[in-house]
């Protein structure tokens, strides 16, 4: 399956013209030269001349040189002016991001490019395409179809309607091995369940029997101790006595003549 491509139109949304005379540090940029650009750049955001593009001119200048981390900064600080192009400053942000492997900043700094600018649909194609890669298939597959929907005639249609196809089926085989991994996990809760049952029922017979064999000993003990005691107990009348060799004696008188 091809891969619908990451627009990094970045130049087509820098503005051409300022309302102020070009810096050294941007005609540097716009000459191709984003090591020259770079300190004159900063020079203007330090001396507090900055255009509407400088930040953005800096960002790109870095991006070029392969500093994603730079030029992510300086895209962040520019937000933070008042003249700048906040749309392009965050659709720019996006790319970078996007570059760098940072997918989940890469969806944000594109969703902030569409708050700015609902109509913005380079933004919205380049948020499906970060979302596919993070992997959150279904907002990559809504924005891929809002994406179509508004514009039909967008050379990459068919690839996008068979990158469609692929997520609704991708979609799907995730949630039917989802649903079998839910059905694999109770059936092996119940037979743990079962198991467990099983192995209470076993112990439970082991302690009985445990406790019946400590009965039947206590018992023969204590019938053993019971009939040493009684072996011991002299109850022959023979040898029964009234103490001191004295004789029980009947002091009667017979009534018999």
Known sequence: MNKVYISFCILVFLSVFSLF????????????????AIPLLEKDIIAGTVSADTYNFLGLSYYQLGNFSKAIETFEKGMKSPISN?????????????????YNKAESCFSLALAASPSFYEALLNRANSRLMAQKYQEALDDYKKYITVL????????????????????????????????????????????????????AE?????????????ERRRKLLEDVANSLQQTDTVNMTAGAEDVLDYDYESELE
């Open 21 to 36: 005379a070009e810096s050294e540090g941007e005609k540097l940029f716009k000459s191709n030269d984003p090591s020259g």
């Open 206 to 218: 082991r302690e009985a029997a445990e406790a019946e064999l400590r009965a039947a000993e206590a």
């Open 86 to 102: 906040k749309k392009i400053l965050s659709f720019n942000q996006g790319n970078v991001a996007y570059a760098a492997g940072d």
């Open 152 to 203: 039909p005639d967008d050379p990459q249609e068919p690839e996008i309607r068979r990158l469609i196809a692929y997520l609704e089926g991708e979609i799907q085989r995730i949630q039917e091995e989802a649903i079998r991994f839910a059905e694999e996990q109770k059936r092996l809760e119940e037979e743990n369940a079962r198991m467990q049952a099983e192995l209470a029922r076993q112990q």
